[in-house]
């Protein structure tokens, strides 16, 4: 199999946590193409039920706690297919998203390191809230429409998500992951750090997951509490300067 979809799961709180697990777990069930893997990464002692219909899964767990970033690298050390994806527990996969992505590799051939895909974005009542990376296909946005380049979204890196992309793991590994010490806009700073590491970011035109924003005890809720404006946008200047390093260096904001 060349796609592992890796699930990190920190921790379970509730019945709704649960039952939007429940809810990623079934779309993932009901992929049209079933020629991927399920990796869950999860903190030792969070109990659910794994097993998917139709579908192989592997289950590591960490007797440590750990970040969203953490969760992703360790995981990636651990696949064996040559692609990999991210389904936060909270999301989901629209039927025909790995369906998608190998008619695209399949046509990209070997020139696409990260396939990035029309991000809808929801609520927690899911009502729509908008769209992410559609702007890769507008019309004199980008150099070549559905790529992106460093130049052109460098004014407006915040608007591009990772939310579902598909990497090419050795690509992955040899920028240097994600970044831990960026606690908010981390994955922003990877898409400048992939860019400028000369690695083709490709958006496909079709939208294949539904992200919730800011559910209630998500990282990202936790961290819209604990920094104020003044430290989200000291963290925002810094992706424009870390980016042109590969190691996770230590930061002051």
Known sequence: MDLTIIMPIHR????????????????????????????????????FDEKLDGVNTKLIESDQSFSYQQAINKAVE????????????????????VENFYA???????????????????NQENQMMGLRNETAWV????QKMGFLDI??????????????????KNSFIESGGLKNNIEIFFNQEFILRFLN???????MPKVL????????????????KKFGPDEKRG?????GKEYLYKQDRKVEI
Not at 197 to 203: E, S
């Open 78 to 97: 651990k696949i064996e297919s040559r692609y990999f994806s991210v389904l936060e527990f909270d999301d989901v996969f629209h039927p025909t998203y």
């Open 104 to 122: 695209h590799l399949n046509n990209q051939k070997e020139d696409v390191a990260l396939y990035m895909n029309i991000v809808f974005e929801v």
């Open 235 to 239: 963290y925002y200047n810094l992706i």
């Open 12 to 47: 379970l709180v509730n019945e709704n946590d649960r039952r939007l697990l429940r809810a990623a777990q079934e779309s993932l069930e009901k992929q049209t193409n079933k020629n991927f893997e399920v990796l869950y990464f999860v903190r030792e002692g969070v109990g």
């Open 139 to 142: 019309v004199n946005k980008m």
């Open 151 to 168: 130049d052109s979204i460098k004014q407006s890196i915040g608007s591009f998500s990772l939310v579902g992309a598909c990497y090419e």
């Open 197 to 203: 590491l000369g690695n083709d970011i490709y958006v």
């Open 209 to 224: 997951v539904n992200h919730m924003n800011f559910r209630e005890g998500s990282y990202f809720d936790l961290c819209d």
